[in-house]
């Protein structure tokens, strides 16, 4: 099983962007899918998460800004990062509980210009 995260990029504040994480493999069940990020010299902190069912939780920091979705028919999972601050430079990565076990992707640099 693997993750492959795409869709970071540099983007002005206030700009916005969309990430794509997609499952491939051996795959009989995914669970919960999130997304986490961490920035230069801070530990990796959770962003987004959004069940099997499609019912989303998100930080504090990011609620009315970004959006997770998921499409259960393409193993994917979607963050909609809108209104970008420069505070939302990371190295963004997917997670997935897959087969029971727990994936993480490659990452994907997102970089918000002041």
């Not at 493999?25 to 899918?33: E, L, R, T, V």
């Not at 999130?34 to 998100?58: F, S």
């Not at 509980?97 to 997102?110: F, P």
Request: hydrophobic share 35%.
């Amino acid at each position: 099983v693997q993750l492959q995260a795409s869709g970071g990029g540099l983007v002005q504040h206030g700009g916005s962007l969309r990430l794509s994480c997609v499952a491939s493999g051996n795959i009989f069940s995914i669970n919960d899918m999130a997304w986490y990020r961490q920035a230069p010299g801070k530990q990796r902190e959770l962003v987004a998460t959004i069940t099997a069912g499609g019912r989303p939780n998100y930080v504090d920091s990011v609620k009315g800004r970004f959006a997770i979705a998921r499409d259960n028919a393409k193993n994917t999972v979607y963050l909609q990062m809108n209104s970008l601050k420069p505070e939302d430079t990371a190295v963004y990565y997917c997670y997935g509980n897959i087969n029971r076990s727990g994936y993480w992707g490659q990452g994907t640099l997102v970089t918000v210009s002041s």
